[in-house]
C-alpha cells in the first residue's frame, strides 16, 4: 500500500510505514507559542521543573494575537514572554513582527518534511510547504520545550481533490469555505486533509496557505499539500535544510475522498455562528454590513492586500474598513507596491501587523447587533469580542466588493 | 475512578470561544478569575449555578476552535469532575488529559440525560449509570489514564522524571 503525504512525511522520521491509529513520537523541527498561550506553557514548563529548552534554534515566541497590548493584564504577560525568552536565548518576535503562521514560513522555520507544533489551532496552516504541522495546548509545547519530542496518532487522511481553473471572481477562500459546508465543523476530526488536483498546483503559495489554514474548521489534525516548484520558490533563500519535494503516493489509502470542479464554484460565506453554516454570496446580496475586515493567518497575505487595492483603487469605502497585513514582510510588501497608500486613501485604517480584531481581545470590536464581513476563519458567537454581533466570513475580493457598496456584494473578477 | 455527579447538559459544537471568550483569557493566567466567566457564552449565568463535583454533558464536537488550554483548566478549576460527549475536538481532548481532566466519549447518554439529572462514571470500568440504565464507553487509552492518575502531564513529570511517551 502506498502512503498518504502524512504517513510519507511520517515514515520519514521514524524510518519505517506507520499505519493510521499508531502513536508514534516524533522529534519536533519548530515549536512555537503565542501571546494566547505562551504563559501558561511558561507556568507548565516551569512547575514542571525542566531547566532548559531543547534547542535554542527551535523554540520561537511569537506576540501577535494582543498586539500591542490594549492593557495592563496583557502587558504583564508579554513581559512574562519576554523574560523567558531572554533568560532561554529564544528568539521572541515582538509587536509588529505579524501573525505567527505568516512569520514561520517568512524565516525559514518550515520545510517539506518538518514536524511543526504550535499551541495555536491553526498551526496546521504550515502544511502547504508539505510540513507535518498541527496545533497543541500549552502543556504539551511545554513536554516539547523540554524534550523536543511529542507523541502523535498517526492519523487517517481525507483527500479533497480540486479539478479545472477557477472563475475569475472565485478564490482560494471560496473553495475551503465550500469544502468546510460539505464535510463540517468535525467531519475530519483526527484525521489529515489531503489537498489536490490541478486547481491546487495553479494556487500561489499564498492561496494555499488558506486551504491548509481552515482545515482545522473540519476539526482536521493537518491540512497537507505537496511540494513542488512554487514551494521551492518561497522557501529558497529561507530554510537552511534542502528542499524536498515530497508528495503522496499513488496507491495511498484515504478514508474519504471528496472531488471538486472549481468552475463550478461560487463566492462563498461562512454564516454565524457555525464556520460550516456555508451559503452563496449570491443568496445574500444587498444585506447591510457595519464593519469589514481584511487581515488574520487566513487571508493577510500580500496577494489578498493586492486584490484588494485593485477593486479600491481611486475610489471610497462606504463602511469602516480595517486592513492588517499578516506580517512585517507583507506590510513592507505593500508599501513598496504602493498598496497601503491606495487602501487609506479609499478609507481603509490600516493597522499593526498581527492577529488585529480576529480574535475579540483588543481592538475592532462590532457592537451588538452588527453585521462583520471578515477574511479570517471563524465566526464563533462572541469570537470578535461581541456575543450579539454577527461575523461572516468571505475572501478578500467579497469584502472588498462588499465594503465598497456598504452592503453583501457578490464581487467582480479583478485582472 | 468513579466519578458521582449533577448533570449539566449542552448541545452540540461547544468551542472554546463559548467555554472561556478570547477577550478574558488575554488578561491573565489567575483561573479564580477566568473561573468566573466558565461556559459563559453558552450559559452566562452557568458559573453562579454549578457545584464542586457536578458533570457537563454535551453533544458533539466539545471544544472546537482555538488550542487554549484555558478552556479545560477553567471547566476544571470551577470544579466539574468530568465532561461526557458525543465527540470531542483533538486539541481540547489532548489538552484536558494533560491538565487533568477526565473525558469521556458517549454517543448515546448524551441524548438521554438532562439538566439536574445525577449520573456516576466508572472511569476504568468503561460505564456510566443513570438511575434506570447502565451505558458503555470505549475505555480512555492506557498511557492517557495514566498521565490523568498523576493528575495530569506536569505532575506527571515531576513524578517520573520523563515523559511516558519517551519510554517507547
Redesign the interface.
Known amino acids: 500500500m502506498g502512503m498518504t503525504l502524512a504517513e510519507k512525511i511520517i515514515s520519514m522520521k521514524i524510518g519505517r510505514e506507520p499505519s493510521p491509529g499508531d502513536i508514534v513520537v516524533l522529534p519536533i523541527d519548530a515549536a512555537m507559542a503565542h501571546d494566547g498561550t505562551a504563559p501558561l506553557m511558561i507556568k507548565s514548563f516551569n512547575e514542571m521543573g525542566a531547566k532548559s529548552v531543547w534547542d535554542k534554534e527551535k523554540a520561537i515566541f511569537v506576540i501577535d494575537h494582543i498586539s500591542p497590548s490594549s492593557n495592563e493584564g496583557t502587558s504583564a504577560l508579554h513581559k512574562m514572554m519576554r523574560e523567558f525568552a531572554k533568560m532561554h536565548g529564544i528568539k521572541l518576535y515582538d509587536v509588529g513582527e505579524g501573525i505567527c503562521h505568516q512569520i514561520l514560513p517568512e524565516k525559514g522555520y518550515v520545510f517539506p518534511g518538518g514536524v511543526v507544533v504550535g499551541a495555536d489551532s491553526h498551526t496546521c496552516t504550515h502544511g502547504a510547504f508539505a510540513a507535518f504541522s498541527t496545533g497543541i495546548g500549552s502543556t504539551d509545547m511545554a513536554a516539547v520545550f523540554a524534550s523536543g519530542k511529542l507523541w502523535f496518532k498517526v492519523p487517517e487522511s481525507i483527500r479533497i481533490n480540486i479539478s479545472g481553473s477557477f472563475r475569475g471572481n472565485v478564490t482560494s477562500k471560496d473553495a475551503i469555505l465550500y469544502v468546510i459546508g460539505k464535510i463540517k465543523a468535525d467531519g475530519a476530526t483526527y484525521k489529515s486533509v489531503e489537498f489536490t488536483g490541478d486547481a491546487v498546483k495553479s494556487m500561489s503559495m499564498d492561496s494555499r496557505m488558506v486551504m491548509t489554514n481552515m482545515a482545522i474548521e473540519m476539526g482536521g489534525k493537518t491540512g497537507l499539500i505537496a511540494s513542488d516548484e512554487k514551494t521551492r520558490a518561497f522557501l529558497e533563500g529561507r530554510i537552511r535544510v534542502p528542499f524536498k519535494e515530497i508528495a503522496a503516493d499513488e496507491n495511498a489509502y484515504y478514508v474519504d475522498d471528496l472531488e471538486i470542479e472549481a468552475g463550478r464554484l461560487e463566492p462563498m460565506l461562512s454564516c454565524p455562528h457555525q464556520v460550516d453554516n456555508v451559503r452563496a454570496v449570491s443568496e445574500l446580496e444587498g444585506t447591510p454590513v457595519d464593519q469589514v475586515f481584511i487581515g488574520s493567518c487566513t487571508n493577510g497575505r500580500l496577494e489578498d492586500l493586492s486584490m484588494v487595492a485593485k477593486v479600491l483603487r481611486g475610489k471610497s469605502v462606504k463602511v469602516r474598513t480595517i486592513v492588517m497585513p499578516a506580517s512585517k514582510e507583507v506590510m513592507l510588501g505593500a508599501l513598496r507596491e504602493g498598496i497601503i497608500e491606495e487602501l487609506v486613501r479609499a478609507g481603509c485604517a490600516v493597522g499593526v501587523p498581527g492577529c488585529g480584531p480576529c480574535v475579540g481581545g483588543h481592538h475592532g470590536i462590532p457592537s451588538p447587533g452588527e453585521i462583520v464581513i471578515s477574511t479570517t476563519n471563524r465566526n464563533f458567537k462572541g469570537r470578535m469580542g461581541c456575543a450579539e454581533a454577527e461575523i461572516y466570513l468571505a475572501s478578500p475580493l467579497t469584502a472588498a466588493y462588499s465594503a465598497l457598496n456598504g452592503k453583501f456584494t457578490v464581487p467582480k473578477e479583478v485582472v | 475512578m468513579r466519578i458521582k455527579g449533577r448533570v449539566w447538559k449542552f448541545g452540540d459544537?461547544i468551542?472554546t470561544?463559548?467555554i472561556i471568550?478570547?477577550?478574558y483569557?488575554?488578561?491573565?493566567?489567575d483561573f479564580d478569575e477566568l473561573a468566573r466567566h466558565v461556559m459563559e457564552?453558552a450559559d452566562p449565568s452557568f458559573a453562579s449555578k454549578i457545584s464542586k463535583g457536578d458533570i457537563i454533558v454535551a453533544g458533539?464536537?466539545f471544544g472546537?476552535?482555538?488550542?487554549?488550554?484555558?478552556a479545560p483548566?477553567v471547566i476544571k478549576h470551577s470544579g466539574i469532575s468530568i465532561v461526557v460527549a458525543k465527540?470531542f475536538?483533538?486539541?481540547f481532548y489532548?489538552?484536558a488529559f494533560?491538565?487533568g481532566l477526565p473525558l469521556v466519549e458517549s454517543k448515546d447518554l448524551p441524548d438521554y440525560v438532562n439538566t439536574g439529572d445525577v449520573i456516576e462514571v466508572a472511569l476504568s470500568e468503561g460505564k456510566i449509570y443513570t438511575k434506570d440504565r447502565t451505558f458503555d464507553f470505549k475505555p480512555i487509552p492506557d498511557?492517557l489514564m495514566r498521565i490523568l492518575e498523576d493528575g495530569?502531564?506536569?505532575e506527571h513529570?515531576?513524578k517520573r522524571g520523563r515523559?511516558i511517551?519517551?519510554t517507547?
Open positions: 459544537d468551542s470561544d463559548l471568550p478570547g477577550k483569557k488575554f488578561k491573565t493566567i457564552g458533539k464536537n472546537c476552535g482555538s488550542s487554549r488550554e484555558q483548566v465527540s475536538a483533538r486539541i489532548r489538552n494533560n491538565i498511557f495530569g502531564l506536569v513529570y515531576k515523559f511517551w519517551e517507547q
